[in-house]
T-cell receptor, first 116, second 108 residues
């Protein structure tokens, strides 16, 4: 089991550019979660999918952020256009349940995004 | 919505037991208690979870109060590798929401 795989590990981009973060969940997990972590706000849930369908995107900060899950083994989080305040570590997590109540979540190693 | 309350920080000596407390006074009967930890520069890592009974695994033990309004994560013999932020989360039919956690420092 390779765990949750995120790419890239680090991304530095200029303000206004499009950024795409990628995630491969654990095989057999049917829920996928995108979190963002900053010093000021801690870990925030942005969006989560169940069976490839977006269930709750209330944490997505604004229309510049979008997420897709075209199949059970791949998800993307896109920021267009990027702004310096988007600088953060973005984590992807997957679970066998949408609630995490019983099975819990497995997190990836994160993507550190810096927008200059 | 502060669903759990944890101390901001704790210190412990290496090779001694560590007891990390968590209060969750508004817990419902179906809510699980989860503990995650986040090592420096890594994603959160599952530690343990329970519902009513005390739980043990290779990483830690979880002691849950009889009224379930509080719990304690027990690291039986702390090592330097246990230095991390520890999150206590109660969750039932909802996604995991992380608070600020307890930053554990291990003193050599």
């Amino acid at each position: 089991d390779a765990g949750v795989i995120q790419s890239p590990r680090h991304e530095v981009t200029e303000m206004g550019q499009e950024v795409t973060l990628r995630c491969k969940p654990i095989s057999g997990h049917n829920s996928l979660f995108w979190y963002r972590q900053t010093m000021m706000r801690g870990l925030e849930l942005l969006i989560y999918f169940n069976n490839n369908v977006p269930i709750d995107d209330s944490g997505m900060p604004e229309d510049r952020f979008s997420a897709k899950m075209p199949n059970a083994s791949f998800s993307t989080l896109k920021i267009q256009p990027s702004e310096p305040r988007d600088s953060a570590v973005y984590f992807c997590a997957s679970s066998r349940s949408r609630t995490g109540g019983f099975y819990g979540y497995t997190f990836g190693s994160g993507t550190r995004l810096t927008v200059v | 919505d502060a669903k759990t309350t944890q101390p901001n920080s704790m210190e412990s000596n290496e090779e001694e037991p560590v007891h990390l407390p968590c209060n969750h006074s508004t817990i419902s009967g179906t809510d699980y208690i989860h503990w995650y930890r986040q090592l420096p520069s890594q994603g959160p890592e599952y530690v343990i979870h329970g519902l009513t009974s005390n739980v043990n695994n290779r990483m830690a033990s979880l002691a849950i109060a009889e009224d379930r309004k509080s719990s304690t994560l027990i690291l039986h013999r702390a090592t330097l590798r246990d230095a991390a932020v520890y999150y206590c989360i109660r969750t039932g039919d909802e996604k995991l929401t992380f608070g600020t956690g307890t930053r554990l420092t291990i003193i050599p």
